[in-house]
């Protein structure tokens, strides 16, 4: 009867061990008819797929769920029907990106806003260290940034590169109208004109550098040195 348990408790834990594997590894098929509706923007089929029983948190072999599958295309229709009936905005895949992070970094105002109402972790960060508003900023995402900035995202938060969302706009941007004005966002919401990168380049000195006369001026107003 020792040795009894012992072995029970261990069969037990491999069963719950093979049975979690339909949602991650290797997914059901009724799991795979949900992310695969997904992916292609089918708002039936996984409208469908979910009332026969798929799971919402259910995983590919990407660790995405439906709605990153939904998010990576863009298919807002189907991402807010995910959305709404409770898939998890912070739930990141293989690469640490997240349906709330994906969306920020590519400019999908209409999903960001979603994700946002219904809770986005505005401290979340993708495989870089950086939070949403850093890519959004280096991309030229101007409302998105606009969006961020206003839902409370940290604009002086440095990634894993020693850059913040500033330093990107200018470094990775091209200095055009869009990170202009993305600078002009980030500075009238309180971003450190001084904060400068690993080696104590500032941002003033990045966009003389880059002959990016108009950050310049922002930055110098500013109060950049």
Avoid: C
């Avoid at 012992?6 to 009724?30: E, F, K, R």
């Avoid at 009936?85 to 960001?112: F, M, T, W």
């Amino acid at each position: 009867m020792r040795l009894l348990f012992p072995v029970m408790v261990l069969g037990a834990l491999l069963m719950s061990t093979l049975s979690g594997l339909g949602s991650s590894g290797s997914p059901s098929p009724l799991n795979q008819q949900l992310i695969a509706a997904a992916e292609r923007g089918d708002s039936d089929g996984v409208r469908r797929a979910l009332g026969e029983g798929a799971s919402m948190d259910a995983r590919d072999s990407r660790q995405r769920t439906a709605l990153m599958a939904a998010v990576q295309n863009n298919h807002v229709a189907t991402a807010r029907a995910l959305i709404e009936a409770g898939a998890d905005v912070n739930a990141k895949d293989e690469i640490n990106d997240s349906p709330y992070l994906l969306a920020g970094a590519r400019g999908y105002l209409e999903i960001l806003r979603l994700t946002l109402a219904h809770g986005a972790d505005l401290r979340s960060t993708n495989r870089y260290g950086g939070t949403a508003l850093i890519p959004a900023a280096e991309r030229g995402h101007v409302e998105t940034v606009r969006t961020l900035i206003e839902a409370g995202v940290d604009v002086d938060h440095v990634n894993k590169l020693g850059w913040t969302a500033l330093l990107e706009a200018i470094i990775l941007g091209d200095g055009g109208p869009k990170h202009a004005a993305i600078v002009r966002l980030l500075l009238d919401a309180g971003a450190d004109a001084n904060l400068a990168d690993r080696d104590g380049v500032t941002p003033l000195q990045h966009a003389r550098r880059r002959g990016y006369h108009e950050i310049e001026q922002l930055l110098t107003a500013a109060g950049a040195r």
